[in-house]
């Protein structure tokens, strides 16, 4: 049975950071893109930052550009999300996903259960 357990969230203040974790178990993801996607309340869920399964190239959310960086163990099979320079704009539940194929365009195939980051101002 494939699991993505999502760690590393919490409560922090604006200007500080996180370092979120999603361990992925049941299978090998070494050839799929990974993701990391947040939904604020009343919003849609979207995609705040993508990686390849080389974990060249990665994706990032206008938004996101600079602050922070996915990166990828596929020995471990964890994938990360260090957050930094954090606002209350960033505050959402942050899900760890797998695509269907190595690439960041496609369908998701996975979904974790969500972790929770919120930023106080």
């Known amino acids: 049975q494939v699991q993505l357990v999502e760690s590393g969230g919490g409560l922090v203040q604006a200007g500080g950071s996180l370092r979120l974790s999603c361990a992925a178990s049941g299978r090998a993801f070494n050839d799929n893109a990974m993701g990391w996607f947040r939904q604020a309340p009343g919003k849609e869920r979207e995609l705040v930052a993508g990686v390849t399964w080389s974990d060249s190239n990665p994706y990032y959310a206008d938004s996101v550009k600079g602050r922070f960086t996915i990166s990828r163990d596929n020995a471990k099979n964890t994938l990360y999300l260090q957050m930094n320079n954090l606002t209350p704009e960033d505050t959402a539940v942050y899900y760890c996903?797998?695509?269907?194929?190595?690439?960041?365009?496609?369908?998701?195939?996975?979904w974790g259960q969500g972790t929770q980051v919120t930023v106080s101002s």
């Open positions: 996903a797998v695509y269907v194929s190595g690439s960041v365009r496609g369908p998701i195939e996975y």
